[in-house]
């Protein structure tokens, strides 16, 4: 059990400008992070999503309806998207 005083490290993501500085800094920390999740599942920070916590979540997601927003977007624009 976790004390309530007791902190976790605080998990950083730094942003990229290429996919390549990210692949390097992901191999570079994999052992530190691999740690963190290990720890995070054992203390029950983190935990597997089984399919019924996925069901759940799902139909309670449906339950709130989403706001319904008007946009106008130029023609062009829009064929763009659709694209």
Known sequence: MKKQNEKQPKRVMPTF??????????????????KQMLAAVISGEAQVLTKEKLRERIASSKKTAAPVVALRIPEADLALARK
Do not use: D, P, S
Not at 17 to 34: D, F, L, S, V
């Open 17 to 34: 400008a290429t996919e390549a500085e990210e692949a390097e800094w992901w191999y570079k920390n994999r052992n530190i992070h691999g």
